[in-house]
């Protein structure tokens, strides 16, 4: 047996009804629901059992104190062709360490290296055939966006798989605390 997995950051329960309020006035976007706001810190894939098995104990193993994250302003990815809508992340060395150790812990593991930039984000819809007049105007209303700080104290691996009407589950499978 596989699983599709990823490590991310749950956004706090008390974001989501902030969150929500943005999500309207987008024709073709399949907007996120609140259970599926995270911030992907890495996607390791389709693994067997045994290499999870090593991967969770290798993400395990990162020790790093908690620190403070917020989200700020918004965009999309897929210039011309729009593919997705997101909230940005706003910039934070603590964040990026993260990334690096969860790299290196999905190195350690034996996972090919990620080749894409990390570019943190919470993605908020998914789009097909969004018009692009619609998303600037979306980015004007929401690029001021802001949360306020919240405390980071773990980040989660989550199984990913999806349910019929193309819509994806995520099921946490290990949390893994910052001290």
């Not at 006035?25 to 706001?37: L, Q």
């Not at 990390?118 to 055939?129: I, N, S, V």
């Amino acid at each position: 047996m596989t699983l599709r997995l990823f490590a991310a950051i749950p956004v706090p329960d008390i974001l989501h009804a902030e969150i929500r309020r943005l999500q309207k006035g987008v024709p073709g976007a399949r907007w996120r629901p609140h259970e599926n706001f995270h911030i992907t810190l890495r996607y390791f894939g389709e693994l067997d059992e045994r290499r999870a098995e090593d991967l969770d104990a290798e993400l395990a193993n990162i020790a790093m104190p908690p620190f403070e994250l917020s989200l700020l302003g918004s965009g999309w990815f897929g210039k011309l062709d729009p593919r997705a809508l997101w909230l940005g992340v706003r910039p934070s060395a603590a964040l990026s360490e993260l990334n690096a150790r969860c790299e290196r812990a999905a190195r350690k593991a034996g996972l090919a290296p990620e080749h894409r930039k990390f570019h943190p984000h919470m993605t908020l819809a998914y789009l097909q055939g969004t018009p692009i007049d619609k998303l600037t105007r979306f980015a004007e209303r929401t690029g001021g966006f802001a949360t306020e700080p919240w405390r980071v104290t773990h980040f989660t691996m989550y199984s990913s798989w999806t349910s019929r009407g193309d819509a994806n589950i995520y099921e946490p499978e290990a949390d893994y605390p910052l001290l």
